[in-house]
Each structure stands twice: as C-alpha cells, then as structure tokens.
T-cell receptor
Framework: AQSVAQPEDQVNVAEGNPLTVKCTYS??????LFWYVQYPNRGLQFLLK??????LVKGSYGFEAEFNKSQTSFHLKKPSALVSDSALYFC?????????????FGRGTSLIVHP | EAQVTQNPRYLITVTGKKLTVTCSQN?????MSWYRQDPGLGLRQIYY???????DKGDVPEGYKVSRKEKRNFPLILESPSPNQTSLYFC??????????????FGPGTRLTVL
C-alpha cells in the first residue's frame, strides 16, 4: 500500500519570503515522487519529480524539493515566494517497480502568498 | 500542442440521467486515467487504462464505467448519476516506458453537478 500525507491544509507566506509545503509518504519499496500545482479553474500541472540520484530536485517556476529517505519526506520549497505562486499543491507517490502505475495523491495544500 | 481535452467543462444534470464525459489526448499515450477531486479528499482515481481495450478499477470505481476503444479516447460514463457523484473530474494521460517515469498530463477538468 502507498499513501501520501500533506499535513497542512493551508500555508500562508508573505511575498519574498521562503516557502515550504510539506509532504510525507509511505510506500513498500522505492518511490517515485511528484509535485503538481493546480491554479484556479485549471487542471493539474507538473512541477517536478524525484526518480533517483540527487536528492535535491529542481523544477518549474523556481521550485525545488528535497527527497529525504530516512524521514520519508519530499517537501516542496522556494527561496522567494511570489503572489502568483498562490495555488493548490499536490504531492504524489507511486512505487518505482513491482507495483501498479496508479499514483496516490495527497489531499492538497493551499498556498496563499500575501503581497 | 500536446494536450488532454475534456468535454463538457461544466454539466448540471438530474439523478438517473445517463451521461458521458469525453477525454481525448493527442500525445499517443498508452496510459489514461480518470480522477475525481473533492474538498478535503484530494484526487482519487476512478479508473485507468494501460492501453486499448485494457481498463481497470482505481480506488473509487463504483457508479462509473469507462471504455478504451481507441488509444486517444477514454470516455467516462455515468449510467445512473447520483448526487454523491457531484464533483470535479479530471482525465490524465502518460506515456509508458520501460521505467515508466513520465509525468501525467491533466485535462482542464469537468465540473459535474447532479441534482
């Protein structure tokens, strides 16, 4: 079984400050990990993914995420938040091999960046 | 332009009236899936398809049907909609490779209301 937890329903940050959106996962094997963003009235858009290799993954729009195997976490970060980053963010996980292709998504975290 | 399209984008219907939501992708992807998004529950997978004529249940398949007669199309069918199927629906597709690391492309969503 695989699961994803996004412990915060909402994250508030001031523009220009660093932001972190948390994600922890549970999977019986090696994971593929993903972050997606959903802007209002839009579908999900891919931000970044961890497959293997460097634990720090850089993605679109200046976002990055760090894979921490010991803490089973994949937190999304950005050094300086923009008001336009305000959106709903989803973390997803699936098994790297031996499992189905069905990814499990977290419940989503609403990021609000204040001017 | 690579894209996943869904129609209709908005639909209000009544209990018991059969409906179909279409999904089409132009990327020659093998894998397609349907999700529903509900507040506080994130995305839950309804059905998925690994290729033409190959479909399987996701986490919440009750009350839904799908078909995959052509590679590009993956319609979602509600034979007898009920109010608890009021939700935001997303179609997604991805290419299957040897390592299956490709990300999913999502459609813009269909907001369904069942009265």
């Amino acid at each position: 079984a695989q699961s994803v937890a996004q412990p915060e329903d909402q994250v508030n940050v001031a523009e220009g400050n660093p932001l972190t959106v948390k994600c922890t996962y549970s999977v019986s094997g090696n994971p593929y990990l993903f972050w997606y963003v959903q802007y209002p009235n839009r579908g999900l858009q891919f931000l970044l993914k961890y497959i293997t290799g460097d634990n720090l993954v850089k993605g679109s729009y200046g976002f990055e995420a760090e894979f921490n195997k010991s803490q089973t976490s994949f937190h999304l970060k950005k050094p300086s938040a923009l008001v336009s980053d305000s959106a709903l963010y989803f973390c997803a996980v699936r098994l790297r091999s031996g499992g189905s292709y069905i990814p499990t998504f977290g419940r989503g975290t609403s990021l609000i960046v204040h001017p | 332009e690579a894209q996943v399209t869904q129609n209709p984008r908005y639909l209000i219907t009544v209990t018991g009236k059969k409906l179909t939501v279409t999904c089409s992708q132009n990327m020659n992807h093998e894998y397609m899936s349907w999700y529903r998004q509900d507040p506080g529950l994130g995305l839950r997978q309804i059905y998925y398809s690994m290729n033409v004529e190959v479909t399987d249940k996701g986490d919440v398949p009750e009350g839904y049907k799908v078909s995959r007669k052509e590679k590009r199309n993956f319609p979602l069918i509600l034979e007898s909609p009920s109010p608890n199927q009021t939700s935001l629906y997303f179609c997604a597709s991805t290419r299957l490779s040897g390592t299956t690391t490709d990300t999913q492309y999502f459609g813009p969503g269909t907001r369904l209301t069942v009265l």
